[in-house]
């Protein structure tokens, strides 16, 4: 295809030969370090969740831009994201991709092509303003595949969507059924789609839960407004997917696994739901977790995640330390890693742009720890490390490699062409080639 060849992938063999078996502290900086055990678990978590209670999972690939071999559904934010699945769509692993952005008119070709390439894949699309359709419909030919339309509701993030009551819902309604007689079914409405992005913003499972009940619940008003805009009996078999989720959201189901009460009464919450809807969750982050989702708190106690649960970390390089120039006479420190390596969202329980873990240095054990120092100011190549607990400043060395676990791992992934991927000796058991480009 040609994003492979305007956005070629370094060599992950070369890659390999040159890093595999190297230590942490033998690595190139700034760079991205997964913890493949932690990442493992990571996963296993939020499978096992929605299995637990008969719901579907459809994986985000933004955070990670990774090929390994989990597939069935999944969601990319990126026609490049796509593409890059082509590996796994040629061996049946993945054979059910959701186009997670509302519809532009020239991603229109490209997926056209791809879902031409593969007979056995499905690729959806997210609509949520009428003109949307128009390219669509202009680039059907005859003999086309159908595509599958996933309406994008907001539930509260006023980032893209549409909401229920509105009028605007019901001309959309009213467009696609227009097209599934005009097409005969080459376009066709599968169901609703919500994205709790503001969950991110919640601080307590509480909360998280709440947003995710409202999730479902506009799902299932939507898919009652199709009934009706359709014509569609109630003992009609149509059945209409309604695909929520976040991280924060879907981890809020792990909660519901540990205690039999709660595993009861969401599953009678479930088994009200209309019979003719099918629900699944999705989510992404979760593979490696960050400060920022530690701040939802969506998991409460006892089962509460920490940073030991976080599985990315950025290897950077200490290049000054400022003795007495911090806050109190505390001191400070430089690294060379800054907005293009780490991200650029400031946290809120845990303040400025990353924390650094107890790695490497003295008295650190096998379960990583925070030392006390966190990125507190940060610019486009450095950052200035400060010392939040006393006696931290003496642990830290001029050449010396810190590991700092980021506050949104999505943004921080971003700046980095691939993973070293690490196990409990702390030496490269692999490198993951990140893909690049839209």
Not at 131 to 147: F, M
Not at 252 to 272: C, H, N, V, Y
Not at 335 to 344: H, I, K, N
Request: positive net charge; aromatic residues 8%.
């Amino acid at each position: 295809m040609l994003s492979d060849t305007i956005y070629p992938a370094p060599s992950s063999a070369e890659l390999r030969k040159h890093f595999l078996g190297k230590h942490i502290s033998d690595l190139p900086s700034p760079s991205v370090i997964l913890d493949e055990a932690v990442l493992k678990r990571n996963c296993e978590r939020m499978l096992q969740a929605p299995k637990t209670f008969g719901i579907d999972f459809r994986a985000h690939v933004k955070t990670h831009k990774l090929g390994k071999r989990r597939g069935g559904k999944l969601v990319v934010s990126t026609v490049r994201e796509a593409e890059a699945l082509a590996p796994l769509i040629k061996e049946g692993v993945v054979d059910d991709i959701l186009y997670g952005v509302p519809l532009a008119p020239s991603a229109i070709p490209r997926l056209s092509a791809l879902s031409s390439a593969y007979p056995a894949l499905t690729i959806s699309l997210l609509i949520d303003h009428p003109d949307q359709l128009t390219p669509l419909l202009k680039s059907i030919a005859p003999g086309a595949k159908q595509w599958p339309l996933f309406i994008k509701l907001d539930v509260g993030s006023h980032r893209a969507g549409i909401e229920v009551a509105t009028e605007g819902f019901k001309t959309l309604l009213g467009r696609i059924r227009f097209l599934e007689l005009e097409t005969t079914g080459k376009v066709f409405l599968k169901g609703f789609y919500t994205h709790a992005g503001h969950s991110y913003s919640a601080t307590n499972a509480t909360e998280v839960f709440t947003l995710l009940s409202e999730e479902i619940k506009a799902g299932e008003l939507a898919m009652f407004s199709a009934n009706k805009e359709f014509g569609l009996p109630k003992e009609s078999s149509r059945k209409w997917t309604i695909s929520v989720g976040s991280t924060p959201t879907a981890l809020s189901i792990t909660t519901m696994t540990k205690d039999p009460e709660s595993t009861r009464t969401f599953a009678q919450d479930l088994g009200s739901l209309d019979k003719r809807c099918s629900l699944e969750v999705h989510a992404g982050v979760y593979t490696m977790l960050d400060l920022q989702q530690l701040s939802t708190h969506a998991i409460p106690e006892p089962h509460s995640l920490g940073v030991k649960d976080i599985a990315i970390s950025v290897l950077a390089e200490v290049v000054s330390i400022y003795p007495g120039r911090g806050e109190g006479g505390s001191t400070e420190a430089l690294v060379a890693v800054g907005t293009t390596g780490l991200g650029r969202e400031p946290g809120k329980e845990w303040p400025g742009w990353g924390a650094v873990s107890d790695w490497g240095m003295p008295g650190a054990g096998r379960t990583p720890k925070e030392s006390g120092w966190v990125v507190d100011k940060i610019s486009q190549e450095h950052g200035v490390l400060v010392e939040k607990v006393k006696g931290a400043g003496e642990k830290l060395k001029v050449g010396g490699k810190v590991r700092i676990w980021p506050q949104h791992a999505c943004i921080a992934s971003n700046g980095h062409g691939w993973y070293f991927v690490v196990g409990p000796d702390n030496t490269v058991k692999d490198v993951w080639v990140r893909w690049r480009g839209w």
